[in-house]
């Protein structure tokens, strides 16, 4: 059973940056999943932000945060970072990990994870 600990959220001015980390735990085979960071804003639904392949070769991202954030992984240490820059207020939201365990393709649907972190929130001031 993979575990999800998401790290480094918090308050932030517009324009600024933050980055977030997610470790995973419990499943020695952590390139054997497809990692993801969704949101969520309070009364809206759960957004795509951005993924990964196993081997950190293939990335995407949702419309709205391309050229702004960058999404990364280190197998070596069971990690995935999502760095955020230029931030607007619009990112305010609680940040969750995902894993997609043997992908065949990288999902962009929240449903088609198997694996969440209990979230962390990241709030843009303006």
């Known amino acids: 059973q993979l575990q999800l600990l998401e790290s480094g959220g918090g308050l932030v001015q517009a324009g600024g940056s933050v980055r977030l980390s997610c470790t995973a735990s419990g499943d020695y085979s952590f390139s054997s999943y497809a990692m993801g960071w969704f949101r969520q804003a309070p009364g809206k639904e759960r957004e795509f932000v951005a993924a990964i392949g196993w081997s950190g070769g293939s990335t995407y991202y949702g419309d709205s945060v391309k050229g702004r954030f960058t999404i990364s992984r280190d197998n070596a240490k069971n990690t995935v970072d999502l760095q955020m820059n230029s931030l607007k207020p619009e990112d305010t939201a609680v940040y969750y990990c995902?894993?997609?365990?043997?992908?065949?393709?990288?999902?962009?649907?929240?449903?088609?994870?198997?694996?969440w972190g209990q979230g962390t929130l990241v709030t843009v001031s303006s």
């Open positions: 995902a894993a997609d365990y043997l992908p065949w393709t990288i999902k962009l649907l929240a449903r088609e994870y198997d694996y």
